[in-house]
């Protein structure tokens, strides 16, 4: 840490669409400060680096590694460059905050875990829904007992017309919807890592998956792996969930970001919890609600904003540099939550059940 002020220098690898939200943690945060940015694209540094208050600018990213006053790094890149990234910044003797999904493979994720051991700096893969208010205060609700023992989760994933909010630019676009920069059907892979963090989160872990999801998700053109459905049975007892993906190309979406929304329902022997909206706000309810008792509760008194988790987000990842804790996502969950989206894609392209434990290499 530099300066007087002793803050955590932080520095972006990869300035796109999400560094804007990555940004904001960084506006009024008491232990951290962005001093860098590294993008491959010139102007885009540049002007990212002006724009978020960034000091110094760089187009090889090793150049950001080298500099010395980056103590932490936000590894915002596409999926191919997950893997040496991270390495290279774990090796540089840097703190490093990974941006979901967390890898390719189970053999990429065990690497990053390796690697985080032999550098002693922490790391962890940021996914914002375990930062947004909504999930964090049905967490809390089920573990107090508020629904009696869980019993069994549900999700729902809609893509509709966004008006107001993001448009993906086409070269984001791309490669997500390439195999090989992407690592599998964005509606499964990419966007699904959200759905194989949060379930997890609230529920536990996952053994064994079933997926069905469009016939083309093996192929290279309607890559997207929309619409599926995907079951799963969680590890070691008899509870089971599910989670339905479906695009509805006429169905308007008021959104600040994502024309799509996500809410869940969670069953307990003695109530059922929604989280209503999460990327937009389709259905302008209370974010929580709970049906027990034979009334339902209604929860607004929180933060609900989806931008707001990636501020949250990053200002727990230098509060826990200064204060020496490990934050979500340690390699372990999140390469928890990386084999639950893989044995989905998997299951879905080979019409079978797939136990997690069938993607580990080793
Ligand atoms: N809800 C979410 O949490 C959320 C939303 C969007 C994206 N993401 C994740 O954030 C990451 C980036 O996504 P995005 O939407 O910002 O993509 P993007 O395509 O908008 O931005 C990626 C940036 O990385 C830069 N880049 C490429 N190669 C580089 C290199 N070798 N060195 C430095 N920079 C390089 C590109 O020039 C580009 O500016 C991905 O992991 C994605 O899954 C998460």
Not at 238 to 262: C, H
């Amino acid at each position: 840490m530099h300066g007087a002020t002793e803050k955590v220098g932080v520095g972006f690898i990869g300035a796109g669409q999400i560094s804007e939200l990555h940004a904001r943690a960084y506006r009024d945060n008491p232990t951290g400060r962005l001093v860098a940015v590294a993008d491959i694209d010139p102007r885009v540094a540049e002007e990212k680096a002006k724009l978020y208050g960034a000091e110094r600018w760089y187009t090889d990213y090793r150049e950001l590694l080298e500099d010395e006053s980056v103590d932490a790094v936000e590894v915002l890149v596409p999926h191919h460059l997950h893997l040496p990234v991270t390495l290279d910044s774990l090796r540089a003797g840097k703190h490093t905050s990974l941006q979901k999904p967390m890898a390719l493979s189970a053999d990429e994720a065990d690497q990053m875990i390796a690697a985080t051991s032999a550098s002693g700096k922490l790391f962890r893969v940021f996914e914002n829904f375990r930062s947004y208010e909504p999930f964090i205060v049905a967490k809390k609700m089920i573990d107090d007992g508020e629904i009696g023992e869980p019993l069994a989760i549900r999700v729902k994933v809609t893509g509709g017309r966004g008006v107001g909010g993001w448009i993906q630019p086409p070269p984001a676009r791309a490669w997500r919807r390439d195999p090989e920069t992407g690592g599998g059907p964005p509606a499964i892979f990419d966007h699904g890592y959200h759905i194989t963090s949060i379930v997890p989160f609230l529920m536990g872990h996952v053994e064994k998956v079933h997926a069905m999801m469009n016939s083309d998700a093996a192929g290279t053109t309607g890559f997207s792996g929309s619409p599926a459905v995907v079951s799963w049975k969680h590890e070691g007892v008899d509870k089971y969930g599910s989670w339905e993906v479906v695009r509805a190309p006429e169905l308007i979406v008021n959104t600040d970001y994502y024309g799509g929304d996500e809410w869940v329902e969670v069953t307990g022997e003695r109530g059922v919890l929604m989280v209503t909206r999460c990327s937009a706000n389709l259905y302008n309810e209370a974010p929580v609600m709970l049906a027990r008792d034979g009334k339902v509760q209604r929860f607004t008194n929180m933060e609900t904003d989806w931008g707001e988790s990636f501020a949250a987000g990053g200002k727990e990842f230098t509060r826990a540099i200064t204060e020496d804790f490990q934050p979500d996502l340690d390699g372990e969950e999140a390469k928890h939550c990386l084999l639950f989206a893989l044995a989905a894609v998997k299951s879905g392209i080979e019409h079978r059940e797939v136990a997690l434990s069938e993607l580990e290499t080793s």
